[in-house]
């Protein structure tokens, strides 16, 4: 059996009796001597949080009392937006970075922050929208790859592969929980330093986590009594987690029994990986109505999280290549139809329509999802889904009641608005045998500019494949059966080799 590290007890008194001045004193000591050991540069995690605030102010610190003339190994900050961030942090977090840019610079600090965003291949509304992937569940969860770890390990692996090795500064604490307790005692125990741990997913690079000790309590304590070094105040994010808190309470602790502040966790407003987005929640209904105008997006990520038969009728019976897939006799449903994808961009835009109106101004041009993004959705729709009514730019102006800035794609397709309608017409309300023969054409349309037709009859033959049935309940009915004859094939099969070896014997 395992032996569970324990969650360390929050300390009553901040850190453990000393004061704050001496403990700021020894860390700065540590990072300036860590700092000017090497050359090898440094990749600072950055979330706008508490933590990653607190690290970051530490080194910030440490750094102003090197000599100018020792200040010559560039500290990166990195902070990865997912692009579906929630968006009063992800507002905080491009001010910081921005107060930090020109603070680093009249300083002379060698601080570089980076704002990373995933690739269009990689962001929600692409994947979602675009791809059909149904909402990221515990079981598929293809959103944290793709969005937070991607962007950030192409950075690191870009300064590895400059500097030959890199030291990630990051602001994780034991006493988040008992699993980060865990891993970090885990890689403790490999250490090349005192304080430096090797990174488990990334080569030639290691980890320092000078806040690894402290508790809840003893970040708040440092950050609202040192200023912060590049001039964005810590005041305002301390009120932007009393707003994510359900009573807005951050109450002096007295004892191991008073509530702690700041324990909300910000993340994307998307997520359905939770059962509920509390801190969200809790902006909605708190500060005086301020934050009131992000509902739409409440209500959205609500909708997403849909569970059962109800989200079984927004996905298609089939996978992504067409097959059928059971688990225990059920089928396994596969991407979100045509007609949900194009439901949750209508849902999208008019959520973003209903923000901009209400929001306050810095955050007035907010954008849910980008134009690139639909660029992009509108490309796979209409190429890769063969979805030829090009339907995007429609959706696009009836929500948002402006044009859709991209040129026609008509001259491209091998059917017209006015020749889907009649082909619609023609299979008489049958989705299945429309959407069949739409990409039967389309994929006759593609294969008649190409010198070689190589593929066509294979292309043809996957398409006849995937329309092949008369509904969803035929083709449940066609997996069984297949299943009942690979089972009954598996059953016979030992019995045909022993009277195979039965034979042989005979005739030795």
């Known amino acids: 059996m395992s032996t569970l590290i324990p969650t360390p007890v929050r300390r009553v008194v901040p850190f453990e009796g000393s004061g704050l001045k001496q403990v700021v004193a020894e860390l700065t000591d540590e990072i300036r001597e860590l700092y000017l050991a090497d050359e090898v540069p440094w990749v600072v995690g950055y979330s706008g949080g508490k933590d990653s605030t607190a690290t970051l102010q530490l080194v910030w610190l440490a750094l102003k009392e090197v000599p100018v003339e020792q200040r010559k190994k560039t500290v990166y900050v990195i902070s990865t937006d997912t692009l579906v961030e929630n968006p009063v942090v992800a507002a905080w977090v491009s001010q910081s970075l921005e107060t930090m840019r020109q603070a680093a610079v009249k300083q002379e600090l060698p601080i570089e922050p980076n704002r990373l965003t995933p690739e269009i291949k990689d962001t929600f509304w692409v994947n ?24 950030s390990n192409s950075f690191i692996r870009r300064v590895v592969r400059r500097h030959g090795e890199a030291i990630m500064v990051l602001g994780i604490r034991k006493q988040e929980s008992q699993s980060r307790a865990r891993a970090m005692a885990k890689h403790e125990k490999r250490r090349v330093q005192e304080r430096l741990s090797p990174n488990g997913n990334l080569p030639n690079s290691l980890v320092y986590s000078p806040i690894e000790a402290w508790s809840n309590d003893e970040v708040w304590t440092f950050l609202m009594q040192q200023d912060n070094p590049w001039g964005h105040r810590n005041k305002d994010l301390l009120t932007m987690y009393q707003s994510a808190t359900e009573d807005q309470e951050c109450p002096l602790v007295v004892d191991s029994s008073t509530p ?15 059962e509920k987005d509390k801190s969200m929640a809790a902006m909605v209904n708190n500060a005086d109505n301020e934050m009131e105008w992000m509902e739409p997006l409440l209500s959205l990520r609500n909708k997403l999280d849909v569970t059962g038969e109800e989200e079984h009728k927004l996905r298609d019976f089939r996978k992504m290549n067409g097959s059928i897939q059971l688990f225990d006799e059920r089928i396994v449903h596969g991407p979100y139809t045509q007609a949900a994808r194009e439901d949750w961009l209508r849902q999208l835009l008019a959520a973003q329509s209903v923000v901009r109106q209400l929001a306050p101004e810095h955050v007035r041009n907010i954008e849910l999802i980008t134009m690139e993004e639909l660029h992009e959705i509108r490309r796979m729709w209409v190429f890769e889904k063969h979805e030829v009514e090009d339907s995007l730019p429609r959706i696009y102006e009836e929500e948002t009641h402006e044009s859709f800035p991209g040129r026609p794609l008509d001259e491209h397709l091998a059917l017209g608005a006015g020749e889907i309608d009649l082909l619609r017409e023609a299979c008489d309300g049958d989705d299945l045998l429309f959407t069949t023969a739409r990409e039967l054409l389309e994929v006759e349309r593609k294969f008649r500019t190409m010198t070689r037709r190589s593929g066509l009859f294979e292309a043809l033959e996957k398409t006849v494949k995937r329309g092949f049935f008369d509904g969803k309940d035929d083709a449940h009915a066609h997996a069984l059966n297949k299943k009942k004859l690979r089972e009954e094939i598996a059953d016979r099969l030992p019995m045909t080799l022993t009277e195979d070896e039965d034979t042989a014997d005979a005739s030795a």
Not at 128 to 144: E, N, S, V
Request: proline share 10%; charged share 25%.
């Open 260 to 274: 702690s502040c700041g324990d909300s966790r910000f993340g994307c407003w998307t997520c359905t990986l939770v």
């Open 128 to 151: 979602l929208i675009g791809r059909g992937y149904p909402a990221p569940r515990p079981k598929f969860r293809w959103c944290t790859e793709r969005m937070k770890i991607r962007p």
